[in-house]
């Protein structure tokens, strides 16, 4: 065998040696695909995840004072009997005391 004839033989068995597999190379490709996108939806959940929690903790951390004395008026402004204008005979009950009130009413017209 010559030394050409001899050179393109060794070649082409190389080559065939070396010869691609399109189809694991697409199936490695995909798998890699996929890896990264389960990878990026992961870690944005994990960052909104967290970033949720942070302003929670942020949130419930903070009181306001001036917000909680405000709590406590309404509060109390609507869980006592107490004088609106008492020379116009105006008066305030409990907010539980007028929704009874309002429920035996309305019970009274249906019945009429």
Known sequence: MSNARKHDHETSATLR???LHIGTVITVAMVGIVL??????????????????????????????WLQDLQIQQEKKITIY???????????IPITRAMELEIQERKKEESR
Do not use: C, H, M
């Not at 996108?37 to 004072?65: C, D, G, H």
């Not at 107490?82 to 305030?92: D, K, L, P, T």
């Open 17 to 19: 040696g070396n010869d």
């Open 82 to 92: 107490r004088w609106v204008n008492q020379a116009r005979g105006v008066a305030a």
């Open 36 to 65: 990264i996108f389960a990878s990026i939806v992961a870690i944005t959940s994990w960052f909104y995840s967290e970033a949720e929690v942070e302003r929670q903790t942020k949130s419930l951390a903070q009181s306001n004072p």
